[in-house]
T-cell receptor, first 115, second 113 residues
Framework: GAGVSQSPSNKVTEKGKDVELRCDPI?????LYWYRQRLGQGLEFLIY????????KSGLPSDRFSAERTGESVSTLTIQRTQQEDSAVYLC?????????????FGPGTRLTVT | AQSVTQLDSQVPVFEEAPVELRCNYS??????LFWYVQYPNQGLQLLLK??????LVKGINGFEAEFNKSQTSFHLRKPSVHISDTAEYFC???????????FGKGTTLSVSS
């Protein structure tokens, strides 16, 4: 079946503009995660959605970052007033269950470049 | 708080040589440990995971890892590497809330002939 998909694959934007990144999880996966991967760094957790529960937003770096998810489907990550330090690859992942041992399946990422 | 340290940022090896990629973790809760691989221009793929039971875990592509609780380590090994194993490898542990994974900074494995 289809894996996790993300769009766009690449995004170049000017400093100060808003951007919206999209993630389509694997059908039937109740959990969805956003991570950020800066050059030469590991993945940083941003936000976690599980079903209809309140999301875990503890990883969002500032109030310029927000994310939404409709039910158990598509999620969008929005970055307002982008800064150069926001340049990174943004990865989305989804998993089946509520257990923290569930395997996370990753999308190919969106490479964001803020000029 | 949980953390993951990958001790080597780059590991160059020759084809058919053995390799060990080191990972140490810090956690105050029960751990689940993972190794992910990221091939050039591709997404992350799960290599193997430790949840419970046997401390020696076997994964895909001939990789294995051993969970050592006393040394808080989860090193990844392969007895004979191929050129196609060239990739970025990430070690990860579950966070305390169970809502996400905490990743190390990654180890670049470069296999040459």
């Amino acid at each position: 079946g289809a894996g996790v998909s993300q769009s766009p694959s690449n995004k170049v934007t000017e400093k100060g503009k808003d951007v919206e990144l999209r993630c389509d999880p694997i059908s039937g996966h109740t959990a969805l995660y956003w991570y950020r991967q800066r050059l030469g760094q590991g993945l940083e957790f941003l936000i976690y959605f599980q079903g209809n529960s309140a999301p875990d937003k503890s990883g969002l770096p500032s109030d310029r970052f927000s994310a939404e998810r409709t039910g158990e489907s598509v999620s969008t990550l929005t970055i307002q007033r982008t800064q150069q330090e926001d340049s990174a690859v943004y990865l989305c992942a989804s998993s089946l269950g509520t257990s923290d041992s569930s395997e996370q399946y990753f999308g190919p990422g969106t490479r964001l470049t803020v000029t | 708080a949980q953390s993951v340290t990958q001790l080597d940022s780059q590991v160059p090896v020759f084809e058919e040589a053995p390799v060990e990629l080191r990972c140490n973790y810090s956690s105050s809760v029960s751990v689940y440990l993972f190794w992910y691989v990221q091939y050039p221009n591709q997404g992350l793929q799960l290599l193997l995971k430790y949840l419970s039971g046997s401390t020696l875990v076997k994964g895909i592509n001939g990789f294995e890892a051993e969970f050592n609780k006393s040394q808080t380590s989860f090193h990844l090994r392969k007895p004979s590497v191929h050129i196609s194993d060239t990739a970025e490898y990430f070690c990860a542990v579950n966070n305390q809330a169970g809502t996400a994974l905490i990743f190390g900074k990654g180890t670049t494995l470069s296999v040459s002939s």
